[in-house]
T-cell receptor
Framework: DAGVTQSPTHLIKTRGQQVTLRCSPK?????VSWYQQALGQGPQFIFQ???????QRGNFPDRFSGHQFPNYSSELNVNALLLGDSALYLC????????????????FGEGSRLTVL | SQQGEEDPQALSIQEGENATMNCSYK?????LQWYRQNSGRGLVHLIL?????REKHSGRLRVTLDTSKKSSSLLITASRAADTASYFC???????????FGTGTRLTVIP
């Protein structure tokens, strides 16, 4: 049973460029959340997708956008990259948390490390 | 701002000793979770404690929750070098279905 998979694992971009990160959730999971983790910090919530819609969003600008596909996989897009976007981007999947009253355990991928030069 | 704050930021102990790390949070929660992260890798779920629970055990892990003080502690007993990692608490605010992570405690277990 494959866990959460993310691609690419590492990438380098320059300021102003655009990047797309991909995530396949754990089998059976239908909710995907994205987090940004700067060096030495805790993960910061970007947004969450369920039923192909963005359901919740953290304090991130519109340059950060996403998508969820019918097979539950997801993409994170970041436009007009800034140096401060350099971070580890983590994808996490879970069961239908919108059918429950509280958040449950998240399963994380290994992350995509983005370096912006 | 992040929901939780861990204390201490860094902790170094000898193998076999116990490690205790604390988490404080700001708003009412449904549950609190602890995660572990090896350097630069994904997070791994350790344990979940619900707001109506006060203590929970899992192997060498013991978690306590004090909702009146909005705090939790994670105790790792008989530590091993392989326990070296960063540990994060995460909470979900009532009415929200996403987790908010603290700043983490970096634990080093010296063989």
């Amino acid at each position: 049973d494959a866990g959460v998979t993310q691609s690419p694992t590492h990438l380098i971009k320059t300021r102003g460029q655009q990047v797309t990160l991909r995530c396949s959730p754990k089998s059976g999971h239908d909710t995907v959340s994205w987090y940004q983790q700067a060096l030495g910090q805790g993960p910061q919530f970007i947004f969450q997708y369920y039923e192909e819609e963005e359901r919740q969003r953290g304090n991130f600008p519109d340059r950060f956008s996403g998508h969820q596909f019918p097979n539950y996989s997801s993409e994170l897009n970041v436009n007009a990259l800034l140096l401060g976007d350099s971070a580890l981007y983590l994808c996490a999947s879970s069961f239908s948390i919108y059918k429950r009253s509280r958040a449950g355990e998240l399963f994380f991928g290994e992350g995509s490390r983005l370096t912006v030069l | 701002s992040q929901q939780g704050e861990e204390d201490p930021q860094a902790l170094s102990i000898q193998e076999g000793e116990n490690a205790t790390m604390n988490c404080s949070y700001k708003t009412s929660i449904n549950n609190l979770q602890w995660y572990r992260q090896n350097s630069g890798r994904g997070l791994v779920h350790l344990i979940l404690i619900r707001s109506n629970e006060r203590e929970k055990h899992s192997g060498r892990l013991r978690v306590t929750l004090d909702t009146s003080k909005k705090s939790s502690s994670l105790l790792i007993t008989a530590s091993r070098a392989a326990d070296t990692a960063s540990y994060f608490c995460a909470t979900d605010k009532i009415g929200a279905n996403n987790l908010f992570f603290g700043t983490g405690t970096r634990l080093t277990v010296i063989p």
